[in-house]
């Protein structure tokens, strides 16, 4: 039987390369949610009327998936930060 401090040590090492890929993720899933906004819009300065319209299917599921990265890597980060003591 593997003992606790060893486990421990394994996730610990293995945090930094879980938060390397959700930050890749993340930014993939960010990329591809971009369309056609010119740097105006970016800003703010684009046509309101055009940004608010509802999600549907995969842009809906790439929207929620990227919230869902976004929050698992914030807690993969604490989670590193407080076992990073040890």
Avoid: C, H, W
């Avoid at 421990?8 to 993340?26: C, F, G, K």
């Amino acid at each position: 039987m593997v003992s606790y401090e060893l486990q421990m040590e394994a996730l610990v090492s293995a945090l930094p390369y879980a938060e390397i890929i959700l930050s890749i993720l993340l930014i993939v899933g960010i990329v591809l949610q971009r369309r056609g906004a010119t740097l105006g819009g970016a800003f703010g300065g684009d046509n309101f009327a055009s940004t608010f319209y509802k999600r549907r299917g995969a842009e809906k599921f790439l929207f929620n998936a990227t919230i869902g990265i976004a929050i698992f890597l914030v807690l993969t980060a604490i989670v590193n930060f407080l076992l990073s003591g040890l």
